[in-house]
């Protein structure tokens, strides 16, 4: 459980991170997918 929870919160800092550091850039589809799969988690 610890390692899953960490993992999920490692992907959305990435996705935040790159969020705001690309501001200028369209977003990956990755990062749209962690946030999906952020949103359906919580």
């Known amino acids: 459980m610890k390692k899953s929870v960490l993992l ?3 992907l959305i800092g ?3 991170a ?3 550091i690309l501001p200028l ?3 990956p589809d990755y990062v749209s997918a ?3 799969r952020a ?3 919580f």
């Open 14 to 16: 990435l996705g935040v």
């Open 39 to 41: 949103d359906k988690l």
């Open 8 to 10: 999920v919160f490692c």
């Open 25 to 27: 850039t369209p977003i």
């Open 18 to 20: 790159g969020y705001f």
């Open 34 to 36: 962690v946030f999906d």
